[in-house]
């Protein structure tokens, strides 16, 4: 359940973190290529950087629809960082400006949050994401990744009942 909340959390903040600007917009681009890919898809990887920094990841593909990817890592030092991004496919130039605004609102919010470990955050092109880092240990990653797999069973799940076409 605190699983499910954090990445509830995650979310508001990646919709709530945003530079939504005219400049801004058209330097942010994300994970996926323009219009996604064909295929549903949802995996979930894990790795060793060379300078020993762990990770795992989980990224999300609905066609014609949006991707999204969640990365933590931990630094040797045992600093946490993360990384959440949305990129929504096929929007026009009106819903990607609501779509930043909503996120940029959601954003001040969160910065009104102590320690709310916030390192940059963009808005822009259809793409909306949030850095942010934190102390941690090797568990939280551990955990991590269980709670990922459980999204991509969520997802799957979803996919079939048709909550996601």
């Known amino acids: 359940m605190l ?3 954090y990445f509830s959390v995650l979310f508001g903040l990646a919709v709530t973190l945003t530079a939504c600007g005219e400049s801004s917009s058209s ?3 994300g994970n996926f290529p323009e219009g996604g890919y064909s295929e549903y898809s ?4 894990d790795g060793v950087d060379s300078d020993g920094t762990i990770w795992v990841q989980l990224k999300l593909n609905v066609p014609n629809r949006f991707g999204q990817l969640q990365k933590r890592s931990l630094k040797k030092d045992g600093t ?6 949305k990129t929504y496919y096929n929007l026009n130039s009106q819903m990607k400006k609501m779509m930043c ?5 959601d954003v001040k919010q969160d910065l009104q949050r102590e320690n ?3 390192e940059d955050y963009a808005c822009g092109n ?3 994401y949030v850095h942010y880092k934190g102390q941690t240990e090797r568990k939280n990653l551990d955990s991590a990744k269980e709670s990922f797999e459980e999204d991509c069973e969520d997802f799957q799940r979803k ?3 048709g909550d996601l076409d």
């Open 3 to 5: 699983k499910k909340f």
């Open 27 to 29: 330097s942010v681009s």
């Open 42 to 45: 949802c995996e979930v990887t």
């Open 80 to 85: 946490e960082l993360n990384y959440w991004e």
């Open 101 to 105: 605004e909503e996120f940029e609102e």
């Open 116 to 118: 709310n470990g916030i």
């Open 126 to 128: 259809g793409v909306e």
């Open 159 to 161: 996919k079939d009942e």
